[in-house]
C-alpha cells in the first residue's frame, strides 16, 4: 500500500460527488420548510427511525472513527472500554428527553430550559459552557475532514478541511434540521455496514492472539489494566460523555422534535446499538503495531488500518465511511449551535421581539457565520483531536448535576448552579493542565457535584414547573 | 469568547529545536511534547518538520515518481509534502542502540509519528536512511507513569461519582412519574 492510498484526482472526484449529493438532497427536503419550527425542530413530528438514526449518527462521530481509536491506541484496553461506556450517555438521557419534551413543548433549546429554570446568570454562564463545547467540536470536526484527507490522499489539510465545511453548511443550510436528519439515517447505514466490514476483515486479518502477542511484547502497557493514565480515564471519558450529551443543544433540540414518546425509546435503541462500535473501532487500533503502522498523529490510527487492510478501493470506502460519520455530526452541531445562538443569544439578548420570520433569516446567516468562524480556527491547526475535544470535557461535565437536578428537583437554586458550572471548568481546566486531558472531565464534575448538594442543602428554589410550560420570555 | 477559547487551547502548546553534535543533521527529529518533557502516559510523538531552507529534498520529491498519475499542476496546487532521506526509525533502552527494541518504517513523506504503550524508562530514538546511517540526532524520551497512589485516589473519587450518579438516575429519574 501506498503511503497514501487514495489518489488526489478520485479524492476529488469522491468530494465533488459527496459534495453535490448531500447539498441536493438537503435542498430536496428543505424545499418544504416554512416555519422556524419547520426548520429547527423540523415540524416537532420525527418518528422512531429516523430519530433513533440521528441520535446514533451523531454520536457516531470523528468521536467514535477517529477518536476512539486514538484514545485506544494511546491509553489501550481502558481506552477502548472507556469510550465505549460513552453510550451511557444517551441511555442515561433517554429518560430525560421524555422529560424535557413533556416539561417544555413549546421550548426550542437547552438554553431556554437554563434560562428560565435557573436565571439569566445561571444561562449566561452555561451559553459560554456550551459555546465552548460547541466551537471546540465543530473546530475538531473540521480539523478531522482536513486530516483524514491529507492521511488518505495527501490533499492539503486546508483544502479538505475548507470542502468538508462548505458542503455541511451547504446542506444544513438548505435543509435545516429535516435535513440534517435525514442525511443521519443514510449516514448510520454507510456507517454501521463499513465499520463492521471493516472490524471483521481485521479480525479474519490478524486475530486476536497476534495482537496480544504483539503488544505484549512491543506496548506492554496497552494491554495493562493498571495502565494509570488509563485508569484516570475511564471514569473521566464517561462524566465527559455524559456532559456532553445532557448539556447539549444537538440532543436537547431532537428531544425537542422528536414526536411524543419517541425520544425515550430512540434514545435508549441509539445508545446500546452504539456501545459495541468503539470495541470494534479500537480494536482495530491495536492492530496497527502488529501491522507495522505508526501514524503520524495517533488521530489517524483508525482510518490508517482499516485502509491498510482493505487496499486502494477499500481506502476509498474508508473515506467514505468517515466522511458520513463526520459530516453526520458536522451537520447536527451546525443546526444545534445555530438554534442556540439565534434564540438564545440574540432572540434573547439582541432582538427580542424578532418574528419567527426574521429568526429563521439569522439562524441561517448564523450557519454560514458559525462555518467561517470554524474555518477559521482550523486554518492553523492548533492541536490534535483528543486534546481538542478532551480540553472541551472541563466545560461541559460541570453541566451534568445542573441539568440532571434542574429536571427533577425544584429545590436547586440559579446561585449555586452558576457556580458549580464557573468553578467546575476551572478545576477540569487546572486538572487539564497540569495533570492531563484524562482527568479533565472528572474534576469538573467532581466540583460541580460539591456545589450544587451543598446548593441544595442551604437553599430551596421551590420552582414552579409551570413556568417551563409557558417559555417564559427574558426579562 | 472565540478569542478566549483559543487562548486557553494556546497554552499548553510547545516547540523545541535540536541540533547533532553542533552540525546540522540532514533530517531534525524532535520530541514534540517537548526536550526535556517527561512522558506520563507512555504515548508520545516525534516529529521531523521539513526544512525551509533544504531545496534539494523539495527538488529530490519532484523526480521521485511516487505520484507519477497526479497531474503536476494539481499536485503543485493541493499537496503539501517535502522527501526526506530516512526509511525508518529505531528505539532502544541503551543510548549505544545495541538491543533495538522497535525498528519502523518510515515513509519518505512522513513527518512525523506516534508511539504508545512504552513503560517507564529512558528510550532512544534516531532515523536511518536505507544504508542504515543514521540521519538524524539521537532524541531522548523518558517515561515516568504517574504514581499509582494518585491514580487510586483519583479511580476511587471517578467511581464513587459515577455510582452517585447511576444511583440517583434509577431512583429518580427512570422511575419518575410525571406531575406536571
Given amino acids: 500500500m501506498d503511503y497514501n492510498p487514495i489518489s488526489i484526482t478520485t479524492a476529488l472526484v469522491l468530494l465533488v460527488v459527496f459534495g453535490a449529493v448531500w447539498i441536493f438532497f438537503g435542498w430536496w427536503l428543505g424545499r418544504k420548510n416554512k416555519s422556524l419550527d419547520d426548520f429547527m425542530l423540523a415540524g416537532r413530528n420525527v418518528g422512531l427511525a429516523f430519530a433513533g438514526a440521528t ?18 491506541y494511546e491509553l489501550g484496553i481502558w481506552g477502548m472500554v472507556g469510550y465505549s461506556l460513552a453510550a451511557l450517555g444517551l441511555i442515561l438521557f433517554a429518560p430525560m428527553a421524555k422529560r424535557i419534551k413533556e416539561l417544555m413543548p413549546k421550548g426550542y433549546t437547552c ?48 483544502v479538505g478541511m475548507t470542502v468538508i465545511l462548505v458542503i455541511c453548511v451547504g446542506y444544513t443550510l438548505l435543509g435545516g434540521l429535516k435535513a440534517v436528519i435525514a442525511t443521519d439515517y443514510v449516514q448510520t447505514i454507510i456507517i454501521i455496514v463499513g465499520v463492521l466490514i471493516i472490524g471483521f476483515v481485521c479480525y479474519q486479518t ?22 494509570p493514565a488509563a485508569m484516570m480515564f475511564l471514569f473521566n471519558n464517561i462524566f465527559f460523555g455524559l456532559g456532553e450529551i445532557f448539556h447539549s443543544n444537538v440532543w436537547w433540540s431532537r428531544a425537542l422534535a422528536f414526536r411524543p414518546g419517541i425520544g425515550k425509546k430512540a434514545y435508549l435503541m441509539s445508545g446500546l446499538l ?53 459530516a453526520s ?27 419567527k420570520e426574521k429568526l429563521h433569516r439569522i439562524s441561517k446567516l448564523v450557519i454560514v457565520g458559525l462555518g467561517f468562524v470554524t474555518w477559521l480556527i ?38 449555586f448552579v452558576t457556580a458549580a458550572l464557573v468553578l467546575g471548568t476551572i478545576s477540569g481546566l487546572i486538572g487539564y493542565h497540569t495533570i492531563g486531558f484524562y482527568v479533565a472531565a472528572l474534576f469538573s464534575c467532581i466540583v460541580s457535584f460539591l456545589i450544587c448538594m451543598i446548593g441544595l442543602l442551604v437553599k430551596n428554589d421551590n420552582f414552579d414547573w409551570q413556568r417551563l410550560k409557558n417559555m417564559e420570555k427574558p426579562q | 469568547m472565540v478569542s478566549v477559547f483559543l487562548f486557553l487551547l494556546v497554552v499548553s502548546s510547545g516547540a523545541i529545536s535540536s541540533e547533532c553534535n553542533g552540525q546540522k543533521c540532514p533530517v531534525d527529529l524532535q ?66 542502540f545495541s538491543q533495538v527494541s522497535h525498528t519502523i518504517k518510515i515513509h519518505s513523506t512522513q513527518r512525523a509519528v506516534s508511539l504508545t504503550g512504552f513503560s517507564d524508562g529512558d528510550y532512544y530514538a534516531r532515523l536511518l536512511d536505507a544504508n542504515n546511517n543514521p540521519v538524524s540526532d539521537t532524541v531522548t524520551v523518558t517515561v515516568e507513569h504517574h504514581s499509582m497512589f494518585k491514580v487510586w485516589i483519583i479511580f476511587i473519587s471517578g467511581a464513587t461519582l459515577f455510582l452517585i450518579l447511576i444511583g ?13
Fill in chain 1, 111 to 158: 438554553g431556554d430550559f437554563i434560562r428560565v429554570r435557573y436565571g439569566k446568570t445561571a444561562w449566561i454562564a452555561f451559553l459560554v459552557v456550551s459555546f465552548c463545547y460547541a466551537m471546540g467540536w465543530l473546530v475538531s470536526l473540521g480539523m478531522a475532514g482536513g486530516v483524514l484527507l491529507d492521511t488518505l490522499s495527501g490533499l492539503s489539510y486546508n
Fill in chain 1, 55 to 72: 441520535a446514533m449518527a451523531t454520536w457516531i462521530t470523528s468521536n467514535t472513527t477517529l477518536v476512539a481509536p486514538q484514545l485506544t
Fill in chain 1, 329 to 355: 455530526s458536522l451537520d447536527s452541531l451546525l443546526a444545534a449551535t445555530s438554534d442556540l445562538v439565534t434564540r438564545d443569544i440574540y432572540n434573547g439578548l439582541i432582538d427580542k421581539g424578532a418574528s
Fill in chain 1, 206 to 227: 490478524v486475530g486476536f492472539d497476534r495482537v496480544y502477542e504483539f503488544n505484549k511484547e512491543h506496548h506492554p502497557e496497552l494491554l495493562n489494566l493498571l495502565f
Fill in chain 1, 378 to 415: 482550523c486554518l492553523p491547526k492548533i492541536t490534535t483531536l483528543g486534546a481538542l475535544l478532551n480540553f472541551t470535557g472541563a466545560f461541559v461535565a460541570s453541566t451534568i448535576w445542573p441539568i440532571v437536578l434542574g429536571l427533577y428537583h425544584r429545590r436547586m437554586s440559579g446561585d
Fill in chain 2, 31 to 96: 520530541l514534540k511534547e517537548g526536550k526535556d518533557e517527561v512522558i506520563p502516559s507512555g504515548h508520545f510523538n516525534l516529529i521531523w518538520p521539513i526544512d525551509e531552507d533544504d531545496e534539494t529534498t523539495s527538488e529530490q520529491s519532484d523526480s521521485d515518481g511516487d505520484r507519477e498519475d497526479e497531474p503536476s499542476a494539481i499536485k503543485g496546487a493541493l499537496v503539501d509534502y517535502e522527501k526526506h532521506p530516512a526509511t525508518h526509525l529505531k528505539i532502544s533502552s541503551d543510548q549505544s
Fill in chain 2, 168 to 180: 440517583y438516575m434509577v431512583v429518580k429519574v427512570f422511575r419518575h412519574k410525571e406531575e406536571v
Fill in chain 1, 274 to 326: 452504539w456501545l459495541p462500535i468503539p470495541i470494534v473501532t479500537g480494536f482495530i487500533a491495536l492492530s496497527a503495531p502488529v501491522l507495522g503502522l505508526y501514524p503520524d498523529s495517533s488521530d489517524m490510527v483508525g482510518p490508517m488500518v482499516a485502509a491498510n487492510l482493505l487496499g486502494d478501493i477499500g481506502a476509498i470506502f474508508v473515506f467514505i465511511v468517515v466522511f458520513s460519520a463526520l
